[in-house]
């Protein structure tokens, strides 16, 4: 069976090499590769069609999911932006927000980005409009976008959770994330938000 084959490949030692040269034949490899993905909660899995060849497959749980975030507030909650997205943050002035074609606007580094209010697209309250403002500039095709926040909290390393099955149709939204203060935070999917 192909679990029995399966158990013979990933035996320390094994080696279906004729000779033992510096890379092969050494009988090191898949019994490694089972270690490992065992170790890490999960299982190796082999499929054999004859004729065909041999698929293998590792089953991982979905909370090894790590990114590195950028973490911001919006009113009041905390929102979680891969940093794979993140081009630059920057803090802006009201008075540098303006309008071109009912559509608002900043010039940063004499680059005009258009301007989302990241409160807007989720649909909840704004804070006060005055004063300064930090953005998050996020690179989407074919340019940039410059996110409005309340805050940023900084950068940290989260493990993605899943949505649960109510929440997984909801735009605008990759999974969630516990931080280190036991608050639930939501991570966003800028491409989708933005869309």
Same mark, same amino acid.
């Given at each position: 069976? +192909?679990?029995?084959?399966?158990?013979?490949?990933?035996?320390?030692? #094994? =080696?279906? &090499?004729?000779?033992? +040269?510096?890379?092969?034949?050494?009988?090191?490899?898949? +019994?490694?590769?089972?270690?490992?993905? !065992?170790?890490?909660?999960?299982?190796?899995? %082999?499929?054999?069609?004859?004729? !065909?060849?041999?698929?293998?497959?590792?089953?991982?749980?979905?909370?090894?999911?790590?990114?590195? &975030?950028?973490?911001?507030?919006?009113?009041?909650?905390?929102?979680?932006?891969?940093?794979?997205?993140?081009?630059?943050?920057?803090?802006?002035?009201?008075?540098?927000?303006? =309008?071109?074609?009912?559509?608002?606007?900043?010039?940063?580094?004499?680059?005009?980005?258009?301007?989302?209010?990241?409160?807007?697209?989720?649909?909840?309250? !704004?804070?006060?409009?005055?004063?300064? #403002?930090?953005?998050?500039?996020? !690179? %989407?095709?074919?340019?940039?976008?410059?996110?409005?926040?309340?805050?940023?909290?900084?950068?940290?390393?989260?493990?993605?959770?899943?949505?649960?099955? #109510?929440?997984?149709?909801?735009?605008? #939204?990759?999974? &969630?994330?516990?931080?280190?203060?036991?608050?639930? &935070?939501?991570?966003?999917?800028?491409?989708?938000?933005?869309?």
């Amino acid at each position: 069976s +192909d679990d029995e084959v399966l158990r013979i490949l990933t035996t320390p030692g #094994f =080696s279906s &090499a004729r000779t033992v +040269d510096g890379v092969s034949g050494r009988g090191v490899g898949l +019994d490694v590769v089972k270690s490992k993905v !065992e170790s890490l909660g999960g299982m190796l899995v %082999m499929q054999t069609r004859k004729g !065909e060849g041999t698929t293998f497959a590792m089953k991982l749980p979905l909370t090894l999911a790590i990114i590195q &975030a950028l973490l911001v507030k919006v009113s009041g909650d905390v929102y979680a932006i891969p940093l794979g997205a993140v081009a630059e943050t920057a803090v802006i002035s009201s008075y540098e927000v303006k =309008s071109v074609s009912n559509q608002e606007v900043i010039l940063l580094r004499d680059q005009t980005l258009p301007l989302v209010r990241l409160s807007r697209c989720l649909g909840l309250p !704004e804070e006060n409009g005055h004063g300064t #403002f930090p953005v998050v500039v996020v !690179e %989407m095709a074919p340019r940039s976008v410059a996110i409005a926040v309340d805050e940023l909290l900084g950068q940290q390393e989260i493990v993605i959770t899943t949505l649960d099955r #109510f929440l997984k149709g909801i735009r605008g #939204f990759g999974g &969630a994330t516990i931080l280190g203060t036991g608050e639930v &935070a939501l991570i966003l999917d800028i491409p989708s938000l933005l869309s």
